[in-house]
């Protein structure tokens, strides 16, 4: 990139924690256990000691040294690191003060930071597995560890902190060798109302430069190859378990180019996101040239906007051949979940690919395609006949993917310890009325897990059912992680102290998050509408709205009284991914309240 007003700064301010930290659910595979002798990163680490500005060919060994890499090209790193192995003066942070014209609709911050190298013209090999640290928790179903730099990309390196925006973009080869880098940590979703600034997520963030880059500086043929990931890659925008974006490369100048490839690749991981531009297994947005072929795809996928989601690519414009998908693809409309993934000009050739039979609610691809995409069913997929149809890149399984076709060069590895390799365990909510492909899934899982709801029995949740006032600041009340056991007394008339809810209504009131309906009474036992509910959580953020209309707010007419908590509602996007009719003066659902609270944490 090429930028104005550069200054040098090897450390960045860290942003104000939120609430809650971003805890996500899974419905998926356990961590990847390390193999005996493999280092894993503790995130405290980077190492640049194998890199050079003369070389064109590198290779990397430890987990240091692939973050080593992201700081290269990323010019920033995580605050998290304290110990640089190597040059330090590697890692230059140039900065644009003026930024790219990111456009209205990105609602992105222009000012951003990148790397002195993005290693167009160079190779980088993997030469070792590399286990990135993260650790999967069954008992939670969640993924916490230090948090992965993808390498390029378009995000904030401390969270919600718009001064650490990187714009950084890799040009050059990374060829895994056969190797796999997992228990991959990566939560790079902003909520600070400037989701584009959770953008291009994935191992490689964008692969190609930025959309607005002059032509002359756009690499040749930029590649990622024989390489496959585990773990858990979440954030707003363009997310892919392999690569996050294509970027702008050289098309069809005479000089041998096809744009940015991927290639012999596998996804295991759960990747997510939570806005537009794509979510995908190999590639979040496909987009601008190129072409994916011989991958495959058995991680959980899964968005909570209505954004097109693959399990190849979510959002396509370029090639793809010869790929599979197994791993759940789930969105918060069936029609957008796709086995292979979602054409978005362009993106018509797409031949012989194939997707699980009910692994995808929307189909095999949508839009026109010039070749094939097959449904197959299990068996089917497991047969003989199918490895022929995958071509020379594929095997047969040696025992290792649960029957289902292996990249030639996986023949040769041993099973992945604890992995359910199609990227769906057995483990589901312990509700029978919450469904895995249910909107609110995710949601539930959350607020039932952070401890602030319970089921209406052991085995129920009652998603569509309603919350009373009493119930609702409760949850308030577990949110804020108080102490209520000492507000004994308060001044409704309709709450005695003898009942449940006495405590956190007095509470409540004392703090100021609640009012009361009039005539000195509380109305306990009424359901919560949904503006007063927004009213309470906009009284304990702080915060105030800076303009009406900003945002997701279908919530039709509300009260004069919640207008401007409204407002912040949807500044905070905190209706996004809310399935169901939303109406400000009615009662909202459970599952409702719990996806906003899901929102409000995040």
């Keep these: 990139m090429i930028g104005k007003g550069r200054y040098k700064m090897k450390h960045v301010k860290r942003a104000t924690a939120g609430l809650l930290c971003v805890v996500f659910l899974l419905a998926q595979l356990p961590a990847m256990a390390s193999a005996e002798g493999t280092k894993v990163w503790d995130g405290k680490s980077i190492d640049v000691s194998w890199y050079n500005t003369t070389d064109t060919e590198f290779s990397i060994s430890t987990p240091e040294q692939l973050m080593g890499l992201a ?27 003026e930024g790219q014209d990111s456009g209205a609709s990105n609602m992105s911050t222009d000012a951003y930071h990148y790397g002195a190298d993005d290693f167009a013209g160079k190779t980088v090999r993997l030469t070792a597995d590399l286990d990135m640290g993260g650790t999967y928790n069954t008992a939670t179903e ?7 730099m993808p390498i390029g990309g378009q995000y904030l390196m401390e969270l919600n902190n718009g001064e650490t925006k990187l714009s950084g973009s890799f040009c050059g080869t990374l060829d895994g060798q056969g190797h796999y880098i997992s228990n991959i940590y990566c939560n790079r979703r902003c909520s600070n109302g400037n989701y584009g600034d959770g953008s291009s997520v994935g191992v490689i963030g964008r692969l190609g430069v930025h959309d607005s880059d002059p032509a002359e500086i756009r690499p040749v043929n930029p590649t990622v190859k024989n390489l496959a990931v585990t773990g858990y890659i979440y954030a707003n925008r363009s997310v892919g378990g392999i690569v996050g974006k294509i970027g702008k490369t050289s098309v069809n100048n005479g000089d041998g180019s096809v744009g940015g490839i991927v290639e012999n690749c596998a996804n295991f991981a759960m990747v997510s996101n939570t806005d537009a531009k794509g979510c995908g297994g190999i590639v979040g947005a496909s987009w601008n040239g190129g072409i994916i072929r011989n991958c495959y795809n058995a991680g959980a996928i899964s968005t909570t906007f209505a954004c097109p989601t693959g399990g190849i690519c979510g959002s396509n414009e370029i090639v793809v051949e010869n790929c599979y998908n197994v ?9 957008y979940a796709m086995g292979i993934g979602t054409n978005n000009g362009g993106g018509s050739d797409v031949d ?16 026109t395609t010039n070749g094939t995409v097959t449904e197959l069913s299990e068996v089917e997929m497991q047969s003989a006949d199918f490895v022929t149809k995958l071509k020379d890149a594929f095997v047969a399984d040696t025992g290792i993917n649960n029957g289902y076709p292996l990249l030639a060069w996986q023949a040769t590895r041993a099973p992945l310890e604890n992995t359910d390799k199609t990227g769906n365990t057995s483990t589901q909510s312990a509700f029978s009325d919450v469904s895995t492909s249910a909107w609110y899934y995710h949601a539930v899982c959350y607020t039932v897990e952070q401890g602030l709801f319970t089921g209406t029995s052991d085995t129920t949740f009652a998603p569509d059912g309603t919350m009373n006032r009493a119930m609702f600041v409760t949850v308030m009340g577990r949110l804020s992680g108080a102490d209520v056991s000492g507000y004994t007394t308060g001044g409704f008339s309709d709450v005695t102290a003898e009942k449940w809810y006495a405590t956190a209504v007095n509470w409540a009131a004392s703090t100021g998050l609640v009012n009361g309906t009039g005539d000195g009474k509380f109305s306990p036992e009424e359901s919560i509408s949904l503006e007063a509910m927004i009213l309470v959580l906009y009284r304990s953020s702080g915060d105030t709205a800076s303009s009406a209309g900003q945002g997701v707010s279908p919530v039709g007419t509300a009260s004069s009284w919640a207008q401007e908590a409204i407002a912040w509602a949807g500044e905070r996007r905190l209706f996004d991914g809310v399935g169901g009719t939303l109406s400000a003066q009615s009662p909202a659902t459970r599952a409702q309240v719990a996806a906003i609270l899901m929102n409000f944490g995040q």
């Design 71 to 97: 700081a290269i090209v990323n010019g920033i790193y995580n605050k998290e690191v304290t110990n640089v192995i190597g040059d330090e003066a590697y890692i230059v942070d140039n900065y644009n003060g």
């Design 352 to 367: 012989n690919c194939y997707w699980l039979t009910g692994s995808a609610s929307g189909g095999g691809y949508y839009g």
């Design 327 to 335: 791993g759940t693809i789930s969105a918060t409309q069936g029609s």
């Design 142 to 148: 969640t993924w916490t560890g230090p948090n992965f």
